[in-house]
């Protein structure tokens, strides 16, 4: 899936959109991928000379990852799902300029628009993050 599909079922646009390209898209799993680039405009500030993601962007990129699996499904059509709890978060290598944030999403459950993922971010094969997200979905308002 390439960014403009993934645009018609997220809600996110620059700068928070952190999904560039779906290459695995399964009922219940993805895997997704983040091109980290030195124009991301957080790199300005986080930190000037040592330009590192921050983890809470990390986060948002497995979480917009696991949004995709929901999102491409017409039952929750006019739907996006909000984070409610996020656990077990490990940071375990820091992504910097240049490297390509690969996302492995699996959807552990549903019960009614309550969810669950678990999710593991890596660079070159090396583990960066990991973390299992709980959220709910709720209607889209537009103004």
């Known amino acids: 899936m ?73 039952k929750y059509e006019g739907l996006v799902p909000i984070i409610g709890n996020v656990d077990e978060v490990k940071f375990r290598r820091q992504v910097v300029p240049g490297d390509q944030l690969r996302t492995h999403v699996s959807l552990l459950w549903m019960r009614g628009a309550i969810g669950r993922i678990k999710c593991e971010a890596t660079v070159e094969g090396d583990i960066a993050a990991t973390m299992e997200l709980t959220f709910k979905l709720v209607p889209i308002v537009k103004e």
């Open 2 to 74: 390439k960014i403009q599909e993934i645009m018609s079922y997220l809600p996110h646009r620059y700068p928070m959109l952190m999904v560039d390209r779906i290459e695995e898209l399964e009922e219940s799993s993805c895997v997704a991928i983040k091109n980290v680039t030195i124009n991301e405009p957080f790199f300005v500030g986080h930190y000037p000379g040592f330009p590192i993601m921050p983890g809470v962007l990390i986060i948002e990129a497995m979480a917009q990852a696991g949004a995709v699996i929901l999102l491409c499904d017409k």
